[in-house]
């Protein structure tokens, strides 16, 4: 800028993979009051899941979301191969879909 303020400066901002402090403090918070309260949400899902009083598709819902912290999410990737007699194998795996 012309009068010297705002823009990228070296050694300014938050450094790559430091922690928000405002998310953490409210992260450390909410556990504390599930604990005070003695009630853990994914154990509340996972309860849900196999009542069967609950309708099925909120049993569906509880059941992706508690997934989501069983396994991994597998992201889609495009795989190119190519070569011949001639000319070494190569392959090349791309994110599909700008994922």
Not at 26 to 48: G, I, N, S, W
Not at 67 to 84: F, M, P, R, T
């Amino acid at each position: 800028m012309a009068n010297g303020h705002g823009g990228k400066r070296p050694g300014a901002g938050r450094k790559a993979g430091s922690k928000d402090r405002k998310k953490t403090a409210f992260h450390e918070a909410l556990r504390a009051y599930c604990a005070l309260k003695q009630v853990d949400p994914h154990f509340f899902m996972v309860d849900m899941i196999g009542d069967p009083r609950i309708d099925v598709s909120l049993r569906f819902q509880a059941a992706k979301e508690v997934a989501q912290y069983l396994e991994a999410k597998h992201k889609a990737i495009d795989l190119e191969v190519s070569g011949n007699a001639d000319k070494p194998l190569t392959v090349v795996l791309r994110r599909a879909h700008g994922n």
